[in-house]
């Protein structure tokens, strides 16, 4: 039994591959009981663009588009696959500034979502995980330093996840990714600790649930996003978890799974959390759906797909 709670396909997103009906066939034939499509909020692209979307002539009408034919689809596969997998229609933020907030409450009048990754990608309205060069114009604008640029980090996290409150938080520490020290224990970093226990605390008040997002793993960092320091933390203040592959693909499905089971059991990690749909409402824009506790013994055996070599198409986002 295995699941994921965060998705993208080629069809919907420049960065990513295969349609979204093959990434669902995919999931099927890997044993997934659920899984929750979370493609790309759309932006203003004449502000925030990415190279790739610029390339391929990306306006913000087609992107508003674009996730309109993704929602469609969506429902359209949930229907037709129902009898073999759960499937939730849901979507990743961008927060870039405080008016992203607008953006995202737009969405939600526009289409009935069931669920949300809050999500940072930027910092200074500068993309950090696209990158190194990205990444280092944003230290750059953060003072020089990697620990500068962490603590202005999860500042914007705050600001999100205070503006937002999402229900699932997605890979939380995903500044990491192209730093200098991928690896290094959060606690030795004295101007961002606390600024991570005080976003913890913020997650734990409003009910948000964490993934644990084996994407970091594809990436060849040595745990999960978030590190284990944070997991614990976060399970001190009785916090939830989720479990996301984050697949830009069908070559991505479930990937590094197998290392899960360890990486919970070393933590202390017991439950994880599950979305369906159901009589009791977590979030009340998100109605009917709610979260199911499973012991972490039933990915025990779970298989896994092997990771993206150099050899495949970028996946540049995690």
């Known amino acids: 039994m295995s699941f994921s709670h965060h998705s993208h396909s080629g ?27 979370t493609e790309h909020m759309p932006r203003d692209v004449t502000v925030d663009s990415y190279p790739e979307e610029v390339e391929a002539g990306v306006t913000t009408e087609t992107l508003f ?8 689809e969506a429902r359209r596969l949930q229907d037709a696959y129902a009898g073999s997998i759960s499937i939730l229609v849901g979507f990743e933020t961008e927060w870039i500034r405080a008016s992203s907030k607008d953006d995202v409450e737009d969405l939600l009048k526009r289409h009935s979502l069931e669920t949300m990754v809050g999500s940072v990608h930027h910092v200074h309205g500068i993309p950090i995980d696209f990158d190194q060069a990205m990444y280092k114009s944003a230290r750059e604008a953060s003072g020089g330093s990697d620990e500068t640029l962490f603590a202005d980090y999860f500042d914007a996290q ?34 961002v600790w606390p600024k991570i226990l005080r976003n913890l605390r913020f997650i734990s ?69 599950v979305l369906e749909k159901g009589p009791v409402t977590n979030d009340s824009r998100f ?19 092997s990771p993206v070599t150099s050899g495949e198409a970028p996946m540049v986002k995690p």
Request: charged residues 20%.
């Open 205 to 273: 008040s409003y009910g948000g649930m964490i993934e644990i997002n084996t994407a970091a793993l594809r990436l060849g960092m040595s745990e999960p996003y978030p590190r284990t320091e944070i997991c614990q933390e976060f399970m001190r203040l009785n916090g939830k978890f989720v479990l996301s592959d984050d697949s830009h693909g069908i070559t991505q499905v479930g990937v590094c799974y197998d290392q899960i089971p360890k990486f919970l059991q070393e933590t202390g990690i017991e439950s994880l959390m």
């Open 11 to 37: 069809q919907f997103c420049h960065h990513a591959k295969n349609t979204l009906e093959e990434v669902v066939k995919t999931a099927i034939s890997q044993g997934m009981q659920t899984l929750v499509m």
């Open 158 to 191: 705050l600001a999100m996840l205070e503006a937002l409150r999402p229900p699932l938080v997605g890979h939380f520490d995903l500044i990491r990714r192209e730093s200098d020290n991928r690896n290094t224990n959060w606690k030795g970093y004295d101007r």
């Open 65 to 72: 588009e674009l996730f309109g034919a993704y929602y469609a």
């Open 287 to 305: 109605s009917g759906i709610s979260a199911r506790r499973v012991s972490t013994n039933v990915l025990k055996g779970v298989t896994s797909s």
